[in-house]
């Protein structure tokens, strides 16, 4: 038994041999990672005459590489095909085989599923040629404790004898059906590749007799790449430092490859290319090659007048739609009391330092309207980590103020407001700031693109208070219009906020005051110093030891619009008399 076994992993062992030859190699030259999960990879290799290229992905990786990957000639070939693994599981590609091999399963139970084929044995003393007639295991020995298993092949020999062999005493067997033979070698090959299910081979084959210099490119997918910066604070000069976090999650190292990492987010997504897609095909025949049926006719439910010749030619349908018949109704009493309350008593309210690192950073481009990092060094990063990439040395300038919101309390937050002169694009991420050689604290910030600027809050200032107070609310009717039975009346609702500053310390501050609602409300005083999407910011300028107040005023201007007729003549006379 242990001799037909070892005999078996021999013939496995030099089938994978001969069918497995590794195709020239070709290594990752390139990487450019971007902030949407997606890598360009570039790889070059040199491909010996008459060999093919080959490149291995994860399942997982190839409708990406199907809808990217670009092969090139540098020595001005052509390239025939590009092959690839089907997309099946190792299961339905053993499948299609006329023979298997089930785990631990016997040497003579797989010949046994060959009956029929010609065969050649090995043995010490002499060679066997026949068909295969049929293999068996069977037990030998005396006692049940001692006993064996023995395995033998039956061979109808061309001589028309028919032999056992005793399958310890072959050395060596060979299939003569090369058709067989080659099945055989392919299912041990496909057997072996199921080693590793989560890969996927694609091969080059490029044209010329010569070596030829392939370069091929695609998109994977692959971790984010991540940015940190410090910002080293200074009166006179700020020194903004960016790092570039990068991870290798890919199969093999990156040895020495020229790397770049993008800062913006282009659209990417999914194609199903890898998957085989099948067409859902209509079925046809001729009318008289079907058999009659019964047809089954609704009956009547209601019987239509018909149209006499004058009522087709010039009848007009006429209706009422969203209208009162036989009258004209006025607003209802929740708009009556709405008016009274509105036009004439006003609302009385309305809820309402570390040293700077030295490194080098790297080179910076713009590419339409993203922005690409290139470092000037060859990198190294081995399979499975990661490493901190200095991009950005820079100086910045950095004005050191206070911000203040509604959500935050009583104190304002000590917050720098960065301006991006570095013309660079600045990838968003976390900031750690660094004020008179100290630790300061920590912000995040968004993508910061050149000229732009952004407020960077890092701590809390408890050297001043700041307390905000609701001012009153009033509507009034400013305009009221009639116009073609119309009748427009325009209301503002005017309101107060108050900011009351004190400063303990003994130093001048400068605080920015965001007011949100910039979508409802228009500013009427004092003028901002500029707006966000959603808020507006004022500047105000604190004295040591002193106090400052701050006073916006704000106006929501609404419309309402309704047809004059909807009006009762008390109504009207409720508006004409409104004195605001």
Do not use: C
């Not at 540098?74 to 085989?97: C, H, M, W």
């Not at 940190?228 to 790092?243: C, F, I, K, Q």
């Not at 400068?510 to 707006?531: C, F, H, L, M, N």
């Amino acid at each position: 038994m242990k001799t037909s076994a070892g005999l078996f992993r021999r013939i496995f062992v030099f089938v994978v041999t001969v069918v497995v030859a590794y195709p020239a190699d070709m290594p990752v030259r390139q990487v450019t990672l971007y902030k949407h999960g997606i890598g360009f990879f570039e790889r070059e290799g040199i491909a010996p005459a008459g060999e093919e290229m080959r490149l291995d992905f994860r399942n997982s990786d190839m409708n990406d590489v199907l809808k990217s990957l670009t092969v090139t000639d540098l020595a001005g070939g052509l390239v025939n095909a590009i092959r690839y693994d089907s997309n099946e599981t190792p299961e339905q590609r053993l499948s299609k085989f006329p023979f298997q091999l089930g785990s631990g399963e016997m040497l003579s139970a797989f010949l046994d599923r060959l009956k029929g084929a010609r065969m050649e044995l090995k043995l010490a003393e002499k060679a066997a040629t026949g068909s295969i007639v049929g293999a068996r295991a069977f037990q030998t020995g005396p006692e049940n404790d001692k006993r064996g298993i023995r395995e033998q092949v039956t061979l109808l020999l061309d001589s028309g004898d028919m032999s056992n062999y005793d399958l310890q005493s072959v050395s060596s067997m060979r299939l003569l059906d090369s058709h067989l033979e080659e099945q055989l070698k392919q299912y041990l090959s496909t057997l072996g590749q199921t080693r590793s299910r989560d890969k996927r081979s694609v091969y080059v084959e490029a044209d010329g007799k010569d070596a030829r210099h392939l370069r091929a490119s695609y998109i994977s997918p692959t971790a984010i790449w991540k940015s940190s910066y410090r910002l080293t604070m200074d009166e006179a000069n700020s020194t903004l430092e960016g790092w570039a976090i990068v991870d290798n999650t890919t199969d093999e190292d990156w040895n020495g490859v020229r790397l770049a990492v993008v800062s913006g987010r282009p659209i990417s997504f999914v194609s199903l290319l890898d998957t085989p897609r099948y067409g859902q095909r209509q079925v046809a025949e001729l009318p008289e090659d079907r058999a009659a049926g019964p047809v089954v006719y609704g009956g009547s439910v209601e019987e239509m007048a018909r149209l006499e010749p004058a009522a087709q030619s010039g009848g007009v349908a006429r209706g009422v739609i969203g209208g009162v018949v036989g009258g004209v109704a006025g607003p209802p009493p929740e708009t009556k009391q709405f008016i009274q309350n509105q036009l004439s008593t006003p609302s009385a309210g309305l809820a309402n330092m570390a040293e700077v690192s030295s490194v080098a950073g790297a080179t910076g481009a713009t590419l339409g309207e993203l922005f690409e990092y290139n470092f000037a060094k060859p990198v190294t990063i081995k399979k499975n980590q990661s490493a901190m990439l200095p991009f950005l040395q820079d100086k910045v300038q950095a004005r050191k103020l206070l911000i203040y919101t509604d959500r935050d309390g009583e104190h304002p937050v000590n917050a720098a407001e960065l301006t991006n002169k570095t013309a660079k694009t600045l990838d968003g991420g976390p900031i750690t700031v660094y004020d008179g050689g100290a630790y300061a604290g920590e912000a995040l910030f968004e993508t910061l693109k050149a000229g732009d600027k952004r407020l960077v809050g890092y701590a809390v200032d408890f050297g001043t208070r700041i307390t905000s107070a609701f001012g009153g609310s009033i509507q009034s009717v400013r305009e009221i219009h009639v116009k073609n039975g119309t009748l427009q009346i325009k209301y503002a609702q005017h309101q107060t906020r108050n900011y009351d500053m004190k400063n303990v310390d003994a130093k001048a501050k400068t605080v920015i005051v965001q007011e949100d609602g910039v979508q409802q409300y228009t500013v009427i005083s004092p003028k901002p110093i500029e707006r966000t999407a959603t808020a507006y910011r004022f500047e105000v300028k604190v004295p040591a030891n002193g106090s400052q107040n701050l006073k916006v005023e704000q106006e929501l201007t609404t419309f309402t619009s309704q047809a004059l007729t909807n009006y009762t003549p008390d109504d009207l006379l409720i508006i004409v008399e409104n004195r605001q």
